[in-house]
């Protein structure tokens, strides 16, 4: 089962190699042992902490706005975000939510 800091680096396109109970990641092509360039714990660090890591997928998001407009605006319409926590609980809502239309 997938962290929420591992759905939204699939969402980013990142691409992941398991090894036992280990997860590594890599940003965009094919990850292996030996070109990993992020731990899953590495996540857990990056996407609820940095706004540097979250605003790219605010950026993605915005992207679906015309197929999705509804969904995206809790994610999109902040004119001013002032706690990144609820930011990124509602990116990770977001993501889910599109993972289940892409199934449908």
Known sequence: MNTDN??????????????EHDRFWHPTEKC???????????LDHFYPK??????????KIAE????YPKETSF???CKIVVYRHILY?????????????KTN
């Open 50 to 59: 940095s706004w540097d890591w979250l605003m790219p997928v605010v950026a």
């Open 6 to 19: 591992e759905l939204i680096a699939e969402f980013m396109g990142m691409t992941s190699f398991t090894i």
């Open 32 to 42: 292996s042992l030996e070109n990993w360039k992020y731990h899953t714990l590495d």
């Open 89 to 101: 609980r509602e990116v990770v809502e977001f993501i889910k939510w599109y993972n289940t239309q």
């Open 75 to 77: 994610v999109c319409d």
């Open 64 to 67: 679906y706005r015309i197929a």
